[in-house]
């Protein structure tokens, strides 16, 4: 019997539940951590972009209609299907970052972990940042948390799993779709990450994820009139400038501090309105 | 049957190379109709296809596409033809039709809206005396199955009720059964009965099925009287494509070519992108020339490919991607 060809995989992008090449048709070379050849990648364009966000503001509606309860588990499943393809996550790590084996295998546990604290407060963000205010008149007044809409994310470019989690998993939590430009230069942990979506009960288009060259897409995302907020944790000494283009389309604007406790709910609140509802006190 | 009525645009005078001694074809019987249409050479399917396949990779930049975007602009006949339509809607389908982009008065006014005949006069007295026309579906639309009077008296009151362009629909029964001469007939009909108002035929393209039953019906209606062909009604499964479009643009021109008459074109369901719409411009400038590039000889039918083209506009414009609420709704 002959030797077995080896099955190449190709890493291309996460839009719509779907798994596209750029539309451009280019790709762009991946090294590991060591300097070796790794994966040839999607290289997003502009255009690739505008899909993403027309395919996340449709999804968003399925997904914020949806029970928060429902969202939680839907999170979790998420985190269920990241555990059961845990080794395969842990190599990617370790190949991207560079790390020991045990620090990868560290890493993507807590990426897993931080996917299930997220999956818990889908249906506690209300009771936190809610409530009801007290009115001089027969009525009820109560301030509700609403999702700002898509969220456009600039995956921190070190990290290549644990930031990108951080990043997505928090406006995703409190009802938002995500568009994310996955880290330049390690990009296929979260685009692995980014699969197992597809198998986990989320509609098409809640999660997109675009491989390329940051450089070439963070203004497009920053400028684009038809998302509503901004992490721009990835994007290094070009996010004051992203930040003041985020500024004309009236952008709510995150960037992740060095210094940011983990159980902090800034990200959670930068991605949220608030409605206010007033409501007659039945008999 | 009777002899064709004569359509006023020449097409020595906008550069169409005519022979010296034009035939204008006049048909006397459903004989001589069916001799002149056998005379006719088939369609090559692969050939146009291919060819549509080939011209859709071009690629318009910068300040070509921005001309051809309000180009496009320019020719859209914005339809409103929908069971649930009200005069509310009408009147903001023509407030939008004449100042398409309120905050930019450099983008041009649409060509037409199209409407139910019974919402015309309605149409007709938002627009005042502004360029935009007021066109009207009529003879049944979009099936057709009614008697020739029924459909006479459809054309009648929405010419009456100040319509400037009548588009109806041909007998598509009586062209798949063969009865060409019966579909020659009512447009004849219909083209009288429209006075001055310009004539729009609509070949129903999806009902036709093959290149050559598209071409015969082309050449029915340019010689029975049309000032127009059109591809759809946009009522059934398969509307406007690229290779319909391209076998009626070669009819319009091989008619223009030999009897010294221009008809336009007119695209309609399912154009909802900018990138669709100027795929299209690409075939009528390659194929029937660019004498055809004006809201005069092509037409786009659409409703939401307005909105789509004012975003991309705006894109060209300022460098971002526009919200799609940025633009009214209907």
């Known amino acids: 019997m002959s030797e077995r060809l080896d099955v190449k995989k190709t890493y291309k992008l996460v839009v719509n539940g779907a798994f596209p090449r750029s539309e451009s048709g280019r790709s762009y070379q991946v090294v590991a951590a060591d300097g070796k050849f790794l994966a040839n990648v999607a290289?997003?364009?502009?255009?690739?972009?505008?899909?993403?966000?027309?395919?996340?503001?449709?999804a968003q509606i399925k997904w914020w209609n949806a029970t928060a309860y429902n969202r939680g588990q839907v999170l979790y499943r998420w985190a269920?299907?990241?555990?059961?393809?845990?080794?395969?996550?842990?190599?990617?790590?370790?190949?991207?970052?560079?790390?020991?084996k045990k620090d990868a295998q560290l890493s993507v546990a807590r990426a897993i972990d931080r996917i299930v604290w997220y999956s818990g407060w889908t249906d506690k963000v209300t009771q936190v940042l809610g409530g009801a205010n007290p009115v001089a008149g027969p009525f009820f007044n109560f301030s509700l948390p609403v999702p700002s809409g898509v969220i456009g994310v600039v995956a921190p470019q070190q990290s290549s799993l644990e930031g990108f989690v951080e990043a997505v998993a928090a406006p995703i939590c409190v009802g938002n779709a995500v568009v994310a430009l996955a880290s330049e230069l390690r990009p296929t942990p979260a685009i692995v990450l980014a699969e197992m979506t597809a198998t986990s009960d989320f509609p098409g288009g809640v999660l997109n994820v675009l491989t390329g060259f940051t450089g070439e897409l963070v203004a497009p995302l920053a400028t684009h009139e038809d998302i509503d907020g901004v992490d721009l944790t990835g994007s290094g000494e070009l996010s004051d400038e992203l930040a003041r283009l985020a500024a004309g389309s009236i952008?709510?604007?995150?960037?992740?501090?060095?210094?940011?406790?983990?159980?902090?709910?800034?990200?959670?609140?930068?991605?949220?309105?608030t409605s206010t509802v007033w409501h007659t006190i039945g008999q | 049957m009777s002899i064709a009525?004569?359509?006023?645009?020449?097409?020595?005078?906008?550069?169409?190379?005519?022979?010296?001694?034009?035939?204008?074809?006049?048909?006397?019987?459903?004989?001589?109709?069916?001799?002149?249409?056998?005379?006719?050479?088939?369609?090559?399917?692969?050939?146009?296809?291919?060819?549509?396949?080939?011209?859709?990779?071009?690629?318009?930049?910068?300040?070509?596409?921005?001309?051809?975007?309000?180009l496009a602009i320019s020719m859209v006949d914005l339809t409103t033809l929908e069971g649930a339509d009200t005069q509310g809607?009408?009147?903001?389908?023509?407030?939008?039709?004449?100042?398409?982009?309120?905050?930019?008065?450099?983008?041009?006014?649409?060509?037409?809206?199209?409407?139910?005949?019974?919402?015309?006069?309605?149409?007709?007295?938002?627009?005042?005396d502004s360029p935009v026309a007021v066109a009207s579906v009529a003879t049944a639309f979009?099936?057709?199955?009614?008697?020739?009077?029924?459909?006479?008296?459809?054309?009648?009151?929405?010419?009456?009720?100040?319509?400037?362009?009548?588009?109806?629909?041909i007998d598509r029964g009586a062209f798949l059964a063969g009865r060409w001469g019966q579909v020659f007939d009512e447009i004849v009909a219909v083209k009288a009965a429209c006075g001055s108002a310009h004539l729009k035929v609509i070949l129903e393209t999806g009902e036709l099925v093959t290149y050559d039953n598209v071409k015969r019906a082309s050449w029915i209606a340019m010689l029975g009287g049309a000032d127009f062909i059109k591809t759809s009604t946009g009522k059934v499964g398969v509307n406007a494509t690229l290779p319909f479009a391209l076998?009626?643009?070669?009819?319009?021109?091989?008619?223009?070519?030999?009897?010294?008459?221009?008809?336009?074109?007119?695209?309609?369901?399912?154009?909802?992108?900018?990138?669709?719409?100027?795929?299209?411009?690409?075939?009528?400038?390659e194929t029937a020339g660019a004498t055809w590039l004006t809201a005069e000889f092509f037409r786009f039918g659409a409703s939401s490919l307005l909105n789509d083209l004012l975003m991309q506009r705006l894109k060209q414009r300022t460098g971002a991607y526009v919200r799609p609420d940025e633009f009214s709704g209907d």
């Open chain 1, 80 to 100: 269920e299907m990241a555990e059961s393809r845990r080794e395969e996550l842990v190599e990617h790590v370790q190949l991207a970052e560079g790390l020991k």
């Open chain 1, 43 to 58: 290289q997003a364009s502009r255009k690739d972009l505008r899909e993403a966000v027309v395919a996340a503001r449709a």
């Open chain 2, 89 to 128: 809607r009408v009147t903001s389908l023509c407030t939008k039709a004449m100042r398409p982009d309120p905050s930019d008065l450099a983008v041009p006014a649409v060509a037409a809206v199209c409407v139910y005949p019974d919402l015309v006069a309605h149409a007709r007295r938002v627009l005042g």
């Open chain 2, 142 to 169: 979009p099936s057709g199955r009614a008697s020739l009077s029924v459909k006479l008296l459809d054309v009648a009151e929405a010419v009456q009720a100040g319509a400037d362009e009548i588009d109806m629909v």
């Open chain 2, 247 to 285: 076998v009626m643009l070669e009819a319009a021109r091989d008619f223009a070519e030999q009897t010294g008459q221009l008809v336009g074109v007119k695209v309609a369901g399912g154009i909802r992108t900018t990138k669709d719409a100027l795929k299209y411009l690409v075939v009528v400038n």
């Open chain 1, 251 to 273: 952008k709510r604007v995150y960037r992740a501090r060095a210094n940011d406790d983990e159980n902090s709910l800034r990200q959670l609140r930068t991605f949220v309105e």
């Open chain 2, 5 to 70: 009525p004569l359509r006023p645009v020449d097409a020595r005078d906008r550069g169409i190379l005519v022979p010296a001694v034009v035939s204008i074809p006049t048909i006397h019987n459903e004989d001589e109709l069916r001799r002149y249409l056998s005379a006719l050479s088939g369609v090559d399917a692969v050939g146009v296809e291919s060819r549509v396949a080939k011209l859709s990779t071009r690629s318009l930049k910068k300040s070509t596409k921005l001309t051809a975007i309000d």
